[in-house]
């Protein structure tokens, strides 16, 4: 096994942990983390293929040399990613601010519907 494959597998591994912890997981913090762990594996993905892609380089017989795109792609990823992050947690820390819980699901009773919906309207007998 070579070293490109690794790193393909290892970022295969971590796009399906981070797909299993965003899908499994309760807490909106789990999934903020597994969202990262899809993105970072996407990310190693993606490096591993603009690493094989040879260049002046490689054609020389000097070395392997990637393309300079993807990796540029890349590093401009990590850093939307970071953004992302950092107001999804902001965003949490306000929720758990003004609520008082960390959680987007609601634990108490459901919110009392308007006076023309049909379904809050009394059964009547005939």
Known sequence: MNGPTLFGLCGAALVGLGLYGL?????????????NLIGSGVFLLFGVIAKRGGGA???????VDGDPVPQALII???????AATSIAVALLLRLAETSGRSTLESDGPRAPSPPGDQASAPERAS
């Open 57 to 63: 380089l490689s054609a020389a017989g000097l070395g």
């Open 23 to 35: 899908l499994c997981q309760p807490g909106a913090l789990r999934k903020i983390l597994s969202f």
């Open 76 to 82: 401009t990823g990590l850093v939307v990613a970071f």
